[in-house]
């Protein structure tokens, strides 16, 4: 273990925590295989086959031919895009997902409150355009904020 630096180290907890499912810190790597996509490209869906509980699987929803990637929509739809952006790294297309002001009644019942503001902070005259040489986090979050955070986004 002496040849594993602490941001070695970090990096494979980091992997662990976003790959796992569930409450427990169990990896499923075929559930993380498949791509995002929105109901037009989705062809396979996860679902838990009743004889074995404790397995995850996919079935597709199509015909899949052979070399085609498989599609999920990972339940985007139900998440608003901030939160999607910050757990897997990008948002659907605007429009697809909850507006950006919008959580699912889920964080009512979970958090007892009012969702709160997706785009407090990331409004253009709240957030201006990062240095070029900017950490790269960044220039991502200002790459989100102008697709769903301006006046006229596409809601």
Not at 102 to 127: I, N, T, W
């Amino acid at each position: 273990l002496s040849d594993v630096s602490f941001d070695e180290a970090l990096l494979a907890l980091v992997h662990l925590h976003v790959r796992s499912f569930g409450d427990s810190d169990d990896m499923v790597p075929l559930l993380d295989m498949a791509n995002g996509g929105d109901d037009a490209e989705i062809n396979v869906e996860p679902y838990d086959p009743e004889d074995r509980p404790t397995r995850y699987c996919f079935r597709a929803t199509r015909d899949i031919v052979e070399g085609e990637e498989l599609v999920n929509d990972y339940e985007m739809p139900h998440v608003a895009p901030l939160a999607s952006f910050q757990v897997f790294g990008f948002p659907f297309r605007p429009g697809y997902q909850l507006d950006a002001n919008s959580l699912s009644e889920d964080y009512k019942m979970v958090y007892h409150e009012e969702a709160p503001d997706q785009c407090k902070g990331l409004r253009p005259h709240e957030f201006p355009e990062p240095r070029p040489d900017a950490d790269p986090i960044l220039h991502n979050y200002r790459r989100f904020a102008a697709m769903y955070c301006h006046e006229d986004a596409v809601q």
